[in-house]
């Protein structure tokens, strides 16, 4: 039995978990969250869309498949251990680089970020990967 009213609020619930999980994301860089608890956010936001319609219109807004995920979170978290290995320093050391932006305002960007958005792709992949598969059943 699909509820009209679980149907409407998942529809509107969708979009705020994203912006909520790359919310947590962004913050846990240096504080708590990260990677992990928002890739968890962004599975949450698409299992509730999967109860309220079905894991076929679940997975048909999500665009690419839980597996495409987890191959490319893994792919960013070891493309981000690159750097180090270039700069001649330990793997898995933090790169950092800086960049100027207007106002006299900077931007710093390092690779622990990147594999923190590895991890985050990964989380989310594998948490459909498994909901998916038992909603099915």
Not at 4 to 15: C, E, F, G, N, V
Not at 74 to 85: E, H
Request: glycine share 10%; hydrophobic share 55%.
């Amino acid at each position: 039995m699909r509820s009209h009213l679980l149907q409407m609020a998942a529809s509107r619930i969708l979009p705020v978990t994203m912006i909520l999980s790359l919310l947590v994301f962004y913050r846990g860089h240096n504080d708590p969250g990260g990677g992990f608890i928002g890739g968890l956010m962004a599975a949450a936001g698409f299992v509730f869309y999967a109860l309220a319609f079905d894991t076929r219109e679940a997975e048909k807004k999500l665009r690419v498949s839980p597996m495409m995920l987890i191959a490319s979170g893994l792919s960013v978290a070891f493309i981000s251990t690159l750097p180090a290995l270039f700069a001649g320093n330990p793997f898995f050391t933090g790169e950092w680089i800086s960049i100027s932006l207007p106002f006299s305002a900077k931007l710093k960007l390092g690779t622990p970020m990147l594999f923190d958005f590895g991890v985050y792709l990964t989380v989310w992949g594998i948490m459909l990967t498994v909901i998916f598969n038992i909603m099915e059943e």
